[in-house]
């Protein structure tokens, strides 16, 4: 029996804290743990990862890479990727994973804040939708009506960008800044003419076809995501030399999520609360792309490209070097930052 699209009121119901691609949002959710000492008085290192539902730990532990481990992580959650360096910055977590923007902002502020490690993945997920009988059919047509976004988060340089390739700047266009829940419910009710989103959003809509891609992020973004570290941490050696581990494991789990897509959705969808029809379309147009890669001079040089132009927008508050927030260290063995991503074969 064909199973029908799940209603966009039920997708409304769908955790905030699924915003990977680190948006603006409220305080950490939850915390455990703090930084404080590098070990636990038992002298076990102890690492404090900051993450968000259905994350890191979730998929460290779905691809059984948690076991056997010199060290104790402890877990903090977060809804969203400032929040999570925001506690970076205070020194209440050592490290955690955030999109291509929350950096720039983090830095813009002069936060204590360093990126360590890098992947880079398709971009189609990344996306300016709009309703199935939108008469707009280019990013040119745009100019001049609303558009929905999250101040500051990957999908906001998006658009930037997108704009700026058509012709157009953001003043073109007006602004619509909300959180995804609140985006969602505007796109749906016909209150914007258009969202900026990053998946599993983008899944959600075009699963419950509820609306098209106008243009996605292809040839436009950099399809980076960060590990940012504490440099506290990193000058700490057990916690440096479990922050090596703690990377490499993540490489292996990544390579897993590609291999055993399908297994991965039902453990996200369990996790997030997310339909497991959208968690699968979300794997496998964005997460199980994603490859571990350097941070190299061609990703430095991609992320002051963001910095420059929310400097010039006055979005951030100066301009900075970017290099001066990334530790190259764990790079060793890792393939340039420009390489592409995985994909799945049609039909797999």
């Not at 636990?40 to 460290?60: F, H, P, T, Y």
């Not at 012709?167 to 969202?195: I, M």
């Not at 000058?235 to 581990?245: E, F, N, Q, T």
Request: aromatic letters at 6%.
């Amino acid at each position: 029996m064909k199973r029908r699209p799940l209603p966009l009121a039920l997708l409304l119901l769908i955790p905030l804290s699924l915003l990977a691609s680190g948006c603006s949002g409220p305080s950490p959710a939850a915390s455990s743990g703090g930084s404080g000492s590098s070990t636990d008085g038992k002298g076990s290192v102890v690492l404090n990862v900051g993450d968000q539902k259905g994350g890191a730990e979730a998929v460290l532990r779905a691809a059984g890479e948690l076991d056997d481990l010199g060290y104790r992580i402890t877990w903090s959650t977060f809804t969203s990727g400032p929040p999570l360096l925001e506690a970076v910055n205070a020194k209440a977590v050592d490290i955690g994973s955030v999109g291509n923007t929350p950096p720039v902002f983090a830095a813009g502020a002069d936060s204590k804040v360093t990126v360590v490690a890098a992947t880079h993945g398709d971009t189609s997920g990344e996306t300016i939708l709009v309703p199935n009988d939108s008469k707009l059919r280019r990013t040119e047509d745009l100019k001049g009506r609303s558009v929905a976004v999250a101040q500051g988060s990957s999908a906001h340089y998006q658009l930037v960008a997108s704009l700026r390739k058509a012709g157009l700047e953001l003043s073109d266009v007006r602004v619509t800044y909300l959180q995804p829940a609140d985006a969602l419910a505007a796109f749906t009710g016909g209150k914007v003419d258009a969202w900026a989103v990053w998946d599993p959003y983008t899944s959600q809509v075009l699963t419950a076809k509820q609306g098209k891609v106008l243009t996605d992020g292809r040839g436009v973004v950099n399809g980076l995501n960060f590990q940012v570290a504490a440099p506290g941490a990193l000058a700490d050696k057990g916690k440096s030399a479990a922050i090596g581990d703690y990377l490499k494991r993540l490489r292996r789990a990544e390579d897993w999520v590609y291999a055993h897509p399908e297994e991965w959705a039902k453990v996200w969808a369990k996790d997030t609360g997310l339909p497991y029809e959208v968690a699968l379309a979300a794997v496998k147009r964005t997460y199980g792309t994603r490859i571990s890669v350097a941070v190299d001079k061609e990703a430095i040089a991609s992320e002051q490209e963001i910095a420059d132009t929310f400097a010039e927008l006055k979005l951030v508050p100066r301009r900075f070097d970017f290099a001066d927030y990334v530790d190259t260290r764990f790079n060793k063995g890792l393939p340039p930052s420009t390489t592409e991503g995985r994909g799945y074969k049609e039909g797999s």
